[in-house]
C-alpha cells in the first residue's frame, strides 16, 4: 500500500498533496527500469460496485499516467481496478472505510 496518494472526492483528480509521495515513486521505478508494476486502485463500499469499479480503475490510470509524465514508461504500469473487492479493513467504520480507500503498487515482474 502506498500511503498519502489522494483525490479528489468520487473523482480520479489527484490531490497536490500527492504529488511527493508520487514523485519518491516515480524516483524508485526510474532506479529499477527492468521492474513492471501493477498499479491498483480499491474504494471502500459505498455506492454502487459497478461505480467503484469504474471510479477506481480510473484513479489507478490517473496514477499511471501522473508517472508516465515524470519519464517512467508506460509500458511497465499497468492499472487496474478492484473497487470495493478487495478490502484491507471493515466498511462498518469511517477509519477502516478510508484505509480501504488506497492505491497499491505490485511488483509482476
Known amino acids: ?3 498519502g496518494i489522494y483525490f479528489d ?3 480520479d483528480t489527484i490531490k497536490p498533496r500527492s504529488k511527493v ?3 519518491k515513486a516515480a524516483k524508485v521505478l526510474a532506479e529499477h527500469p527492468s521492474t513492471r508494476w501493477n498499479i491498483q486502485g480499491h474504494t471502500d463500499s459505498d455506492g454502487t460496485r459497478e ?3 469504474d471510479l477506481s480503475q480510473r484513479r489507478a490510470e490517473s496514477v499511471v499516467k501522473y508517472l508516465v509524465s515524470k519519464g517512467i514508461d508506460a509500458s511497465r504500469l499497468v492499472p487496474q481496478g ?3 473487492d478487495a478490502p484491507i479493513d471493515t466498511n462498518a467504520t469511517p477509519k477502516g ?3 480501504n480507500r ?3 503498487f ?3 515482474d
Open 102 to 104: 488506497r492505491m497499491e
Open 9 to 11: 472526492v468520487d473523482k
Open 82 to 84: 478492484f473497487g470495493p
Open 1 to 3: 500500500v502506498i500511503e
Open 106 to 108: 505490485r511488483l509482476m
Open 51 to 53: 461505480h467503484n469499479m
Open 97 to 99: 472505510k478510508a484505509r
Open 21 to 23: 509521495v508520487l514523485d
